[in-house]
């Protein structure tokens, strides 16, 4: 494609209002294989639950699928997107879909085709294959993707792959036309501060959003606004929607909670329960990401949270190392029984055969 590829008009409205956008797990049989049945299950279960999007082929779906032996990166996105269309046509909804786009710029423009051909509506674009490019080279990596699908900016944290990307790199890539929005997840407060004065400087904070990825802060991010001065004057920045890993589990209490701050976004005061209900959603986080372990263990984890509620069989990843770490089945069993207000267990078992079908 020669031109900037946009999304449709509805989804970039569904966008900018904020949705509950999960990071599709990938469910396996025992012997490592794709189960469909349960991979549909998860697609039909974020639905339910009032998810407004999914993002498939992320870092939580597992970059292995792309691997030959593998072969599973075309077959999961096409999975969801059938999946999720049914769903839509029963609900008269539209789910926004995301897909994951990686790798070095001819796999990644390879992705993102595939990705936009599927009908998927942008790219969540990893930038973690070019670990020590400078800004213009990492630009040209990002303007010869974005000719192929829209793009959404990711700033993974270092530590489960990420790079750190300066302010210098997001203000030029937020000139990029068909970016719609950034997905902010460095899960380190300084360097989401240099995706906030960006946006602002950019003078593109009314077309473009930001998705909180910071599974460490995520009610605190949705409740958060930002006054930047800019050259231009006075911006004000704020957080529309999430798009996290954390959210992969206890879906219908994340959109309740969700939908609470974007109540609130109005108003000159927050609720005190609310920030506490925010750190008790962070220890949580930190059980099912297995911060203890430097996150090792953050996709076995959700698996876990997932399998207790019977929505998937086990926690194996395709990656045979990648497992629960020591102890964080007893951090999860902990959260789970200190906060029982934010599982959404009886919702799960009351839909469950139905998501099974």
Request: with cysteine.
């Amino acid at each position: 494609m020669t031109d900037y590829p946009l999304p449709p008009g509805d989804v970039m409205d569904l966008l900018r209002e904020g949705l509950v956008i999960p990071a599709h797990p990938l469910a396996l049989n025992r012997d490592r294989r794709l189960n469909e049945r349960r991979q549909r299950a998860l697609t039909r279960y974020y639905h339910a639950a009032g998810a407004g999007g999914i993002a498939v082929g992320v870092h939580t779906t597992q970059f292995a699928i792309r691997q030959p032996e593998h072969g599973l990166f075309k077959p999961v996105l096409e999975l969801a997107r059938e999946t999720a269309a049914v769903c839509d046509a029963v609900s008269k909804r539209r789910t926004v879909l995301i897909a994951g786009v990686c790798g070095e710029t001819p796999q990644a423009c390879t992705e993102a085709s595939f990705a936009r051909e599927t009908g998927y509506h942008a790219g969540l674009l990893s930038l973690a294959a070019l670990p020590n490019a400078d800004d213009d080279t990492l630009l040209r990596h990002c303007y010869a993707v974005a000719q192929e699908i829209p793009l959404i900016g990711f700033y993974l944290q270092p530590a489960v792959g990420g790079r750190v990307l300066p302010y210098s790199f997001w203000r030029r890539f937020l000139e990029i036309p068909n970016v719609v929005a950034v997905k902010v997840a460095p899960f380190n407060r300084y360097q989401t501060l240099d995706v906030v004065r960006a946006m602002a400087e950019a003078g593109r904070a009314h077309e473009i959003v930001l998705y909180t990825g910071n599974d460490d802060h995520i009610v605190l991010d949705l409740l958060a606004r930002y006054a930047q001065p800019t050259t231009h004057g006075m911006v004000q920045v704020r957080f529309a929607g999430g798009l996290l890993g954390h959210w992969a589990c206890w879906t219908r209490t994340a959109v309740k909670v969700f939908e609470r701050c974007r109540a609130l976004r109005d108003v000159e005061s927050v609720p005190a329960d609310l920030l506490v209900l925010a750190e008790q959603i962070t220890d949580c986080n930190a059980a099912f990401f297995d911060v203890a372990n430097g996150f090792a263990g953050s996709i076995a984890g959700i698996h876990e949270v997932l399998r207790r509620q019977g929505l998937l069989e086990n926690t194996l990843c395709l990656d045979r190392r990648e497992v629960l770490s020591p102890s964080q089945a007893d951090e999860i069993e902990r959260v789970c029984r200190a906060y029982p207000d934010l599982n959404d267990d009886a919702f799960v078992r009351e839909h469950m055969d139905a998501w099974l079908s």
